[in-house]
Every structure is written in C-alpha cells, then in structure tokens.
C-alpha cells in the first residue's frame, strides 16, 4: 500500500512540474505573441492556439496535485459536525463520486483522443496542428486524478490519512 502510494504521489508530482512548465511556456509565448503583433506588426497565427492548449493542458495535469493537497475548494461545515467515523465514512462517499465523474471523463477523454489520433485530425486554424497532441491532456489527468481518488481513499480507509484534516494541520504538513 505504501509503494502505491508513493508512485501516485510521485506521478502527481511530476504531473504538477510539468504543469508548471507548460504555465511559464504559456506565459513566454503570450509575450512573445504581443512583441511580434506590437513591436514588429506582424501577423501572429498559431501563438493564441498553443496557449490554450497549455493552458488547459497545465489545468488537466495539474488536477491530480491539486486533489492530493486537497487544494480544490471544500465545504467544512457538515465534517465539523461530524464525528471521525462519521467524516470517514463521507469522505469515502465523496471520493467515490468523484472517482465515478472522473472516470467518465477518462472514458470519454481516451475515446475523444483515440478518434483524433486515428483520423489524424488537425486545427482548422493556419497553423493547424495535430488535435490528438493536445486533447491527450484529458485521459493522462483524469487517469493520474482516478489513481489519486484510488490512494486517499485507500489512505483513509487504512488511517493512514484523516479523510478532513483542519487547516492547521494542513499548514503544519506543508513546513
């Protein structure tokens, strides 16, 4: 359990780099975009397609981190309410609804991709790049969040995790 463990979390990790990474090419394309359009006056043709697809993309892969810090915005009221076991037992409820949305978007992500790979679709814009490059984005995140969702909720079952940490504890992790 503990192996499982530490590859999700390293595959969220690594996932999160490369978010990172796509978020600064975005950033550095966008400049880019407004020199040559600005500074030179010239056409930009492919610069606002790539970063939306780095955008999105940094959003997807981004995913399965942001659940591992349990970063994506909570409602508390009702676990405060709640007793440990009663918190266990809504978070184990909630992860698995949430684990059941992502794998249909990892169904219908993977089938999205599969048909632009085999057809080889393209943008319709100038620059008209191949739509399987990006739209791979989709089932790799929803893939690398399914494991997630699989890891805390194992992590909670097992007590190696509490299923609603305070945000005291949550601040004391990070140091």
Known sequence: MDLFLR???????????????????AALVVCQMVFVRYG???STYWQTEL???LLVGATLLGSPYVL??????TMDLLPMLLGSRGKRILAVVANTLGFGFVVLLLVTGFIWWLEYYETQWRSMS???P???IP????????LLVSL?????????ITGRERPFPSEAEQLLKEQ
């Open 148 to 156: 997630e969702y699989i890891a805390q909720t194992a992590a909670i």
């Open 135 to 142: 739209y791979l984005a989709m089932p790799v995140g929803m």
């Open 7 to 25: 590859v999700v979390r390293g595959l969220n990790a690594g996932a999160a780099t490369l978010a990172s990474l796509m978020l600064v090419v």
């Open 68 to 73: 591992q810090q349990r970063g994506h915005v």
């Open 130 to 132: 191949r739509l399987w």
């Open 126 to 128: 100038v620059w008209g």
């Open 51 to 53: 970063v939306t697809f």
């Open 40 to 42: 030179l006056n010239q």
